[in-house]
């Protein structure tokens, strides 16, 4: 028996669309596997109703991020075994907020409330060092990161021995004034106050540049300390190294509770409000770049300006606030997250000390040729991976290059050609080498002298980063190996006598090579 030629359609129509149906109810069934595997949270950024677009919105401790469109929505794809989770966003002028999504309530608003308008002047200073019985001690909830703080130099801003010394001329191991020594109370009775707005940045407003900074009291004398540095909303570059330290701030402190800024932008606490500018070498510039009595005494900031580090996008922050790593929580116990350790900074200024760092910083290559008439060595030093002139900084730190030759006997051997150090280098004076500085000289060319003096010359020698720095020198051929030195001083050895300071001087460098034969 045949088929009717009408009914092979029929046939194939119905094949068509039962492989369709088939495919339909797979794609459904893929889709909901899909979707149970891959759910979504969604929800709008708003602020009083009205929709904020292009907020920074996160899943909390993640590195999941998007932007809000310009309705104020988004949406984020969320692994099942993630939920419950906490999505937070961050917009300039609001504090961060958040919104908790589970799998049974997978949408919901974040609501953002705005920042005071107006900054606190009569605001009480939070008290860094830990107190159990002050709640809102910083070092209560963030133990590491205070000792990180209260070992650096911040910490010792007021109260650096070094730095009250010069100021008041005393004399450390007498604890005396002498006539004469450095005192820029004696020198610049009428300019005492610039160093308070770097040095004790949150002293009364009036004791900044015309106050005694002996007379800071309170938490004041904690230095650059962890509540003034978070209460800065912006900083000014417009006048900067004119313009010094807190006057170069714009501060934001609040009426009622509290308000922090910081770096990240997903600490939903409702007291806290992320700034990029804490990651930026902007932000270290009000207290890193000044001309003091007509002398460029730090220029730290304008060298970064200058520097290959900056052209590659590298800041302050790269270096002296780099995660050390091993920090995966800022407030273990008291409400902190564990996070990818990468993303915690460091407030460590010195990762490894300062010795490491400055040998991190420093290249030394030594050629020592073959002997004849006589052994010639070059000594080639460049600064690399550092975003700022070696050494930067106080205007007197220096390096100092010392190259000496050394007879099979172990006897020293001088240069018969070369470069040599002055007498500005102390005991060090006369030996083979080289000065790497910014020299002051007041008059009749007297070096040093201090930046407050009367200055008829500066003299730069200090390393350029990435820029090699080469010096020649021949010694006697009977030299049997060549002994280089590099050595940081952060102030004048006879500076440093002067004032009974201990000899803090730190060797960068020290190793001895070979002559061929």
């Not at 009408?6 to 459904?28: L, Q, R, T, Y």
């Not at 300039?92 to 308008?117: A, N, Q, T, V």
């Not at 800024?261 to 992320?274: A, I, N, Q, S, T």
């Not at 290559?365 to 975003?387: D, I, S």
């Amino acid at each position: 028996m045949t088929t009717p030629r009408a009914s092979k359609p029929n046939a194939i129509a119905h094949d068509v669309v039962s492989s369709f149906v088939c495919v339909f109810f797979f794609s459904v069934l893929v889709l909901q596997i899909g979707c149970s595997k891959t759910p979504t949270v969604a929800g709008r950024v708003i602020v009083d109703g009205k929709p904020i677009a292009n907020a920074r919105v996160r899943i909390k401790g993640t590195t999941t991020q998007i932007q809000s469109d310009a309705d104020g929505r988004f949406s984020l794809q969320v692994a099942e075994a993630s939920l419950p989770l906490t999505v937070t966003a961050t917009a300039e002028g609001y504090f961060i907020g958040s919104c908790e999504y589970d799998k049974r309530s997978k949408s919901g608003d974040i609501e953002l409330s705005r920042l005071p308008e107006h900054d606190n002047e009569s605001y009480e200073w939070v008290n860094p060092i830990p107190d159990a019985d002050s709640s809102d001690r910083c070092g209560n909830c963030h133990p590491e990161i205070f000792e990180q703080w209260n070992s650096g130099a911040h910490a010792q801003s007021l109260e650096n021995v070094h730095f009250t010394d010069l100021y008041a001329g005393t004399n450390r191991q007498t604890e005396t004034v002498r006539e004469t020594s450095w005192s820029l109370v004696r020198d610049r009775p009428e300019g005492i106050g610039v160093c308070t707005s770097c040095h004790a940045p949150s002293a009364e407003l009036d004791q900044l540049a015309i106050g005694d900074i002996r007379d800071v009291h309170g938490v004041a004398k904690q230095g650059v300390h962890c509540d003034f540095c978070h209460k800065v909303e912006s900083v000014s570059t417009e006048n900067i190294g004119i313009t010094h330290g807190r006057f170069a701030m714009k501060l934001l402190r609040p009426e009622h509770g509290q308000l922090f800024f910081g770096p990240l932008d997903d600490v939903d606490r409702g007291e806290d409000v992320y700034a990029p500018d804490f990651s930026n070498s902007e932000y270290c510039a009000a207290c890193h770049e000044g001309t003091l009595f007509g002398v460029h005494v730090y220029g730290t900031y304008s060298e970064w300006l200058e520097s290959p580090a900056r052209q590659s996008g590298k800041h302050c922050q790269d270096c002296h606030m780099k995660p050390d790593g091993a920090m995966t929580n800022i407030a273990p116990d008291f409400g902190g997250i564990e996070r990818d350790p990468a993303t915690l900074a460091s407030h460590q200024l010195f990762p490894g000390g300062q010795a490491e760092m400055l040998s991190r910083a420093l290249n030394v290559h030594v050629q020592v040729g073959q002997p004849n008439a006589a052994v010639p060595v070059t000594v080639t030093l460049t600064a690399t991976n550092v975003g700022h002139r070696v050494p930067t900084g106080f205007v007197d730190r220096h390096l100092i290059l010392i190259v000496e030759g050394i007879d099979a006997a172990g006897n020293p051997l001088p240069a018969t050609e070369g470069p040599t150090l002055t007498g500005v280098a102390g005991s060090l004076a006369n030996k083979n080498g080289k000065l790497f500085a910014k020299q002051l000289f007041g008059e009749n060319g007297a070096t040093p002298v201090p930046f407050w003096a009367e200055v008829f010359e500066q003299r730069d020698t200090r390393l350029y980063p990435e820029k090699p720095d080469e010096s020649s020198f021949r010694f006697p051929p009977d030299s049997d190996q060549i002994r280089v030195r590099v050595i940081y001083r952060r102030f004048w050895e006879s500076v440093e006598k002067e004032k009974g300071w201990a000899d803090r001087s730190i060797i960068v460098y020290d190793q001895l090579h070979p002559v061929p034969r």
